[in-house]
């Protein structure tokens, strides 16, 4: 009667929204104050008042069958213009805005590139630990996910393990720099690695094999990291963007793909882009969301509450004996489970009323993931449960 696959993609509800009810439900029991829900990614930064300001700006300037009507199926010329010279300001690129494709955020974005890119029995690549989504959406796209585990000592892509998984049908790989859900940044000396094997595997097969770089949390870092614009590095290389966490909107559903010039046969990939939008359903990007990015473009919240977040937990996490991999963005920490079963972890952690992820739907067991885009206070109010814990695995 209807299609088994979306039955059960739509019937099963994935862990992270599972934890997350159960949080809300035993808030009600207990009180919100007393439940520590490191579970969703759901920015807790405001978005920044400049966003306020070019809504009301914009409702009281501009017409409002303009404001609110269909933008081009691409997007609006001005918002792709503004975007092409914001990172050209910023990355020494020659974007223009005939590069861009505004999207309903990061999802919308991979999943056309992934639908546009492919065809039947083509691989995408991905690195564990992965957003889960990323096999949802390859699938659906009608490609195969091919899983390559990152390196347990540092979290940073394992060269030599995605050398062997490239195969004649490799059609992409995708990398997410910051991570989620580890908050890895791949480091330059690792980009520059895989591009090679790239450029080496794309003259072996005598085929494309395409970069798309997921990098909603490019603008999450801390310290002095930076993280390499991957179309630098390597020409086929798309860009799938999403304002949902650098300017803290993620229910207003904005974001684009950038296909540069310098991809071969540009006018063929970005014409697939544009068909698989239209075969997606995803055109004309949210019309008043992109009026917003041009007015806000180079904008961010105040990331540096993740930061101060980031800070108080490594320091307890260090003091309690718990592992946790070199988090420089994002606002995940992905914590070594001191037990095989992460899973069993997280049902001890409960019992203090800490709600953590375990990492298995990352492709990554024995880990954690705690989202700390959570309120200073209620990380703070958290640390007694975090000790207590340690205790009962004897770390202190
Ligand atoms: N990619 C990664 C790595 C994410 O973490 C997320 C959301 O959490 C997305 C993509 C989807 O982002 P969006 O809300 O813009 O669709």
Request: a negative charge; aromatic letters at 12%; hydrophobic letters at 35%.
């Amino acid at each position: 009667m209807v299609s088994n696959e979306m039955f059960d993609l739509g019937a099963k509800s994935s862990v992270i929204r599972e934890i997350f009810e159960y949080g809300k439900k035993r808030s009600a029991e207990i009180g919100r104050e007393n439940v520590f829900d490191y579970s969703l990614g759901n920015p807790s930064v405001p978005a920044p008042e400049s966003v306020n300001e070019a809504i009301r700006e914009l409702t009281l300037s501009m017409n409002s069958c303009d404001l609110h009507g269909y933008t081009s199926a691409v997007g609006d010329n001005d918002t792709r213009q503004a975007i092409a010279d914001n990172l050209n300001e910023r990355f020494g690129t020659s974007f223009s805005m005939k590069n861009f494709y505004m999207t309903a955020g990061a999802a919308a974005s991979l999943c056309i590139t992934f639908r546009a890119l492919t065809e039947k029995d083509d691989e995408i690549i991905i690195f564990a630990p992965y957003f889960p989504e990323y096999k949802v959406f390859i699938s659906s796209a009608g490609a195969k996910p091919v899983e390559v585990k990152c390196k347990a000592d540092d979290l940073q892509i394992d060269l030599e393990a995605f050398e062997k998984a490239i195969t004649v049908n490799t059609k992409a790989v995708v990398v997410n720099s910051p991570n989620n859900p580890s908050g890895v940044v791949i480091n330059e000396e690792t980009v520059k690695g895989l591009c090679a094997i790239l450029e080496k595997k794309q003259k072996e097969y005598g085929r494309d094999i395409f970069l798309v770089s997921d990098e909603p949390y490019r603008e999450l870092v801390y310290g002095d990291v930076t993280v390499p614009y991957l179309t630098k590095y390597y020409k086929n290389t798309i860009v799938c963007y999403s304002y949902s966490k650098s300017l803290s909107l993620p229910g207003d559903r904005i974001g684009y793909i950038l296909v540069p010039d310098e991809v071969s046969n540009f006018e063929l990939v970005y014409k697939a882009v544009c068909g698989a939008g239209r075969a997606l359903g995803y055109v004309c990007a949210p019309s008043l969301m992109q009026r917003v990015i041009t007015k806000c473009v180079g904008q961010t919240s105040d990331v540096s509450v993740y930061k101060m977040n980031r800070d108080i937990l490594l320091d307890a996490f260090n003091k309690y004996g718990f592992k946790v991999a070199k988090p420089d963005g994002a606002f995940y920490l992905f914590m070594k489970s001191p037990e095989t079963e992460a899973s069993a972890f997280c049902e001890k952690a409960k019992k203090y009323d800490l709600l953590l992820v375990p990492s298995d739907s990352f492709g990554f067991p024995g880990y954690v993931r705690l989202s700390y885009c959570v309120s200073t206070e209620m990380i703070k109010r958290s640390l007694p449960s975090f000790e207590k814990l340690a205790k009962e695995y004897n770390l202190i």
